[in-house]
């Protein structure tokens, strides 16, 4: 099964590193990671995606919790949450077809950001199956040229916040 996790992390040289090498140290494959400060300078919000059955997720978060840069993990794929993936497409396009593809791109609710025939690129923010669709729309339409795409971002709805506040989280992230 595909797992979000969400871990709060020191934003510390080598933090990232230590992460990353647990997962490879322990042959688990890290799908998609994302990285950015929080609106707190000293912690940096990691998203990565990864396969593995709920008992192969539970390691992975109970040996992630062991690394002392990490401040909170959520498995965001345990409760109700938002997800979404940035893709930026450059293709190369024929004059009789941008008008064709204008219309593809404001259908998936995408914007043309440069509309340069050997270098039209657009971008689409939605979840990663409407990417995917998106992706195959466009190649059946021109040529890709390049895909750059950000991987998965999630966070949870409603009230639920992954906060480096309060009480520290049990094996599975909650408070």
Known sequence: MRHIIAILLQNE????????????TRGYNIES?????????????????T???????????????KLIDV?????????????????LLKLKVQPAH????????????GRVLDPALDGFIVELTASEAEVN??????????????????????????GRSLQAQGPPPDARGTR
Not at 33 to 47: G, I, M, N, Q, Y
Not at 51 to 65: A, F, Y
Not at 98 to 109: E, H, S
């Open 98 to 109: 941008t008008d064709a593809l204008r219309g593809c791109v404001a259908r998936a609710g």
């Open 71 to 87: 401040v909170r993990i959520e498995d965001m794929t345990l409760g109700e949450h938002l997800e979404r993936e940035l893709a």
């Open 13 to 24: 040289a080598g933090a990232l590193a230590r992460v990353a090498g647990l997962f490879s």
């Open 133 to 158: 669709a998106f992706i195959r729309e466009l190649a059946s339409r021109a040529e890709l040229a390049e895909v750059v795409r950000s991987g998965a971002l999630g966070v949870a709805r409603s």
């Open 33 to 49: 990671l994302s990285v950015a400060a929080t609106h707190d300078p000293t912690v940096s919000r990691v998203t990565l995606v």
């Open 51 to 65: 396969q593995g059955s709920d008992s192969v997720i539970q390691q992975i978060v109970n040996q992630l919790h």
